[in-house]
């Protein structure tokens, strides 16, 4: 009995650790180049570390995941948009509705990528930085860890 206890105790912690808050994301928007720290290619250095934006908000609630949007407004205007988003998004490319400011939507033509760790809305990638593969597998090694733990106890 004191076994399952202690198993308990560690699932309980260890999914404590495992929550997470709101995402960290860069935010900023450049039309027509106006802002070269948010144009590509995209420095991630300290000319861009103001643009970060701290348990990342979208709306009220704390955003999930970061976006980077980049095409041309109807009017010609190059657009590139870095924010925080709600929810995963995907990968779009085509027509896209952006909204901002109170309730103003603006149908922009390019591509919108979503991503879901830290300061991942620099570029398109497709693997995930050191630090992500190094959690996962330090995790995976933790749960096999308590597995075993549990199964002897």
Known sequence: M??????????????????????DCYKCTSYNGNDQTCEDPFKQDLSTVHLIARKCQYGYFSGTHCIKLKGIKNDGTHIVVRSCADADWGKNCGDIRYFYGDDV????????????FDGC?????????????????????????VRALCRVL
């Open 2 to 23: 004191a076994g399952a206890s202690v198993c308990s105790v560690v699932c309980f912690f260890a999914a404590l650790l495992a929550t997470g808050g709101a995402i």
């Open 121 to 145: 809305n620099t570029a398109p990638s497709r693997l995930a930085p050191a630090p992500v593969l190094l959690a996962m597998i330090l995790l995976g090694a933790v749960w096999s860890a």
């Open 105 to 116: 939507m603006e149908k922009i033509r390019g591509c919108l990528t979503t991503c879901n």
